[in-house]
């Protein structure tokens, strides 16, 4: 039996810079995730990211996770979320190519403490493509 939660978020056009990842899917402020009594760890990330329609790709595009807070047995944890290149060359690229995304699946073992609450944030990595977004799901089991 496992647990579901899901936060998205979108993000301006900074890169390297942390940024929450807390709205509910129904567009809420939902925050942190709170570990669900009788959960162990953290056993699956799935998740994806996306640019907006006339963005710039280039090479390096880069999205990384941080998990922190009290609901970590082991503390603070970064992930690679998803990496991606337009594959058109170097240089800068306008494309306005749309296509549907699949999910990146990151099977885990992060051990985790009921009650406590989990901090999800991201960063965006490589040429600034306007804005990003990105949804997660974690799997309490």
């Not at 963005?55 to 009290?70: D, E, K, M, Q, W």
Request: aromatic fraction near 8%; include cysteine; charged fraction near 10%.
């Amino acid at each position: 039996m496992g647990w579901y939660y899901t936060r998205q978020a979108a993000f301006t056009a900074a890169t390297k810079a942390l940024g929450s990842i807390g709205t509910g899917v129904d567009g809420s402020s939902a925050g942190n995730f709170r570990v669900p009594q009788g959960a162990q760890a953290i056993t699956k990330i799935t998740g994806l990211v996306t640019t907006d329609g006339g963005s710039v790709a280039n090479a390096g595009i880069v999205f990384c996770l941080r998990f922190t807070g009290p609901g970590l047995v082991q503390g603070q944890q970064d992930l690679v979320l998803a990496a991606g290149h337009m594959g058109k060359g170097a240089g800068t690229i306008t494309s306005t190519m749309a296509h549907s995304i699949t999910p990146t699946v990151i099977p885990v073992m992060m051990p985790v403490k009921p009650g406590n609450d989990i901090t999800l944030q991201g960063a965006y990595y490589g040429t600034d493509s306007g804005n990003q977004y990105v949804g997660v799901t974690l799997e309490f089991s």
